[in-house]
């Protein structure tokens, strides 16, 4: 099977800015309904509705934990270091710093991939996309559906996560319980290819499609998963 990381032609989800997956036909109408009926039925029992909406300042309020915080980092070193060469970075999943030559293809991957390798995606724009391998299948496919061909995306599980799913880009990072949270549309359509990329306009594709944290080099075996299987 082909990876996924090589970047195909700008097509609705290549766009600048990032574009969240349309739904599929007819997705989400029993919700609304439901939503609909359920106000209804409250509001005739005398119970109480409280409806809510998100706002980019919604993105900075949550828990002690800083679960659905953005959080910033600033002055962070842009230098190459060698393939094969161990970065400590000051916060797990990094959210930039030095890192190797070659940069990870954005796509979706089923394996763990090397730190130093995906920095270096995120120099050029890309946010990335981590999970906790315990999580269920079904909140996996919520993720990768965030990806299609062209997106400045690299989706990934890693180990011994801080949260559930941890978004980070280039000077950023949320962390979140839910692969769902619509918190995290909100961050892939301000930092895919935001104003703090350092390297705007760089590629995403044509480095290393490989996977695994302790490989080196380009083109290894066993990249990313077709992600046509996630997006309608």
């Not at 082909?2 to 990032?18: D, F, L, S």
């Not at 080196?216 to 998963?225: D, N, S």
């Amino acid at each position: 099977m082909p990876p996924t990381g090589p970047q195909g032609p700008h097509g609705p989800h290549g766009a600048y800015p990032y574009q969240p997956p349309q739904k599929r036909s007819g997705a989400g109408t029993g919700l609304i309904i439901g939503a609909v009926l359920l106000v209804f039925v409250l509001m005739a029992g005398g119970g109480a509705v409280a409806f809510w909406t998100l706002s980019p300042d919604d993105s900075g309020t949550a828990s002690a934990e800083g679960i659905g915080t953005v959080r910033q980092f600033s002055a962070l070193a842009a230098d190459h270091v060698d393939e094969g060469e161990t970065v400590e970075y000051e916060v797990y999943p990094p959210a930039g710093g030095p890192h190797y030559p070659v940069w990870q293809d954005c796509g979706v991957y089923g394996e763990p991939l090397r730190s130093e390798y995906v920095v270096h995606s995120m120099e050029h724009g890309a946010v990335w996309i981590t999970y906790d391998p315990g999580l269920s299948e079904a909140d996996v496919q919520i993720l990768r559906s965030h990806y299609s061909p062209g997106d400045y995306l690299v989706i990934s599980p890693a180990e011994d996560l801080p949260a559930p799913v941890v978004a980070s880009a280039w000077g950023s990072q949320i962390r979140l319980e839910d692969p769902a949270d619509p918190r995290l549309v909100e961050y892939l359509v301000e930092y895919v290819r935001g104003e703090n990329t350092p390297e705007p306009g760089a590629a995403c594709s044509g480095g290393r499609s490989g996977t695994g944290t302790t490989g080196t080099g380009t083109g290894a075996v066993g990249a990313g998963i077709d992600a046509s299987e996630f997006t309608g």
